[in-house]
């Protein structure tokens, strides 16, 4: 298996643009999770689903914020409009159900709002 | 929710000494308590985990204790080595019916050649 992959790796855009962020999970994971990652934060859950169903969005700050999960194998984070301070990292992670167990992480996609 | 604090935030050892990180959690149904190495640019990796029926686990040069009852766990590392250098993340899951890990704020360890 690949892991978890995200796509795109980088992404540069100007205020007020909509940004989408993609994530594929690990095949046969049923939980998937929205991280964010800055200095002064740190590791943020931004929201989860389990079988595609979000369980908990706490975490997502704004109603500038979006995530869906259309079917086991996809999952977005859209931020519309993006505004400077939403730069940072953003990990896609996701993990087998039925237990308490790791996390795997994407390689991120770093989101640099100018 | 589960709350987790993590310290030191840096701590700089050198080459051959031991590194503690210390974890304290606040949700008493927390169960499973990972940690996490992030290197410069790369993603966060579990380098090991300890689940609440267990009080100390070890793997080679990494071992970590639990003590449930103060809600707080740690990671040493002994012998430390250039390539140990990194962030450390401490994370706890929360009640049941979350089960989304929380994360420490992080212990940035320098290993001194």
């Known amino acids: 298996d690949a892991g978890v992959i995200q796509s795109p790796r980088h992404e540069v855009t100007e205020m007020g643009q909509e940004v989408t962020l993609r994530c594929k999970p690990i095949?046969?994971?049923?939980?998937l999770f929205w991280y964010r990652q800055t200095m002064m934060r740190g590791l943020e859950l931004l929201i989860y689903f389990n079988n595609n169903v979000p369980i908990d969005d706490s975490g997502m700050p704004e109603d500038r914020f979006s995530a869906k999960m259309p079917n086991a194998s996809f999952s977005t984070l859209k931020i519309q409009p993006s505004e400077p301070r939403d730069s940072a990292v953003y990990f896609c992670?996701?993990?087998?159900?039925?237990?308490?167990?790791?996390?795997?992480f994407g390689q991120g996609t770093r989101l640099t709002v100018v | 929710g589960e709350n987790v604090e993590q310290h030191p935030s840096t701590l700089s050892v050198q080459e051959g000494d031991s590194a503690v990180i210390k974890c304290t959690y606040s949700d008493s149904a927390s169960n499973y308590f990972p940690w996490y190495k992030q290197e410069l640019g790369k993603r966060p990796q579990l380098i090991i985990d300890?689940?609440?029926?267990?009080g100390e686990k070890k793997d080679q040069r990494i071992a970590v204790t639990l003590n449930k009852t103060a809600k707080h766990f740690s990671l040493h590392i002994t012998e430390t080595q250039p390539e140990d250098s990194a962030v450390y993340f401490c994370?706890?899951?929360?009640?049941?019916?979350?089960?989304?890990?929380?994360f420490g704020s992080g212990t940035r360890l320098q290993v001194q050649p």
């Open positions: 992670a996701s993990s087998p159900t039925g237990r308490r167990t790791e996390a795997f």
């Open positions: 300890i689940r609440s029926n267990v």
């Open positions: 994370a706890a899951d929360g009640d049941t019916g979350r089960r989304a890990l929380t």
């Open positions: 095949s046969g994971h049923n939980s």
